[in-house]
């Protein structure tokens, strides 16, 4: 996905980083640059705010239960799967 402007960080990358963007998993930088990008770009916010709103609702719904980091690679993958997918239509 893009939405057609330039950027300093590209709308795939973002797109690609924003569940450890929302997990506060990236150094400083890199929150700085994702924060600035979504500040600029429309498309990009409206993605991560279905993203962050889908987090919430697994985080309400799931409390505190660990997740096993195969299970979170395997959800990672299926979700870049999809939006592969979905470009490619």
Known sequence: MSCGEPHDTD????????????DGELDEH???DIRQHLDECGP??????LEQ???QLVAKHCGCDTVP?????KVLRRIESVRAQLASE
């Open 69 to 73: 980091e195969d299970l979170r690679s």
């Open 44 to 49: 990009c916010l409206e993605e991560y705010g």
């Open 11 to 22: 709308c795939k990358e973002v797109l690609d980083k924003v569940y450890t963007f929302l």
């Open 30 to 32: 890199r929150r700085s």
């Open 53 to 55: 709103v889908v987090k």
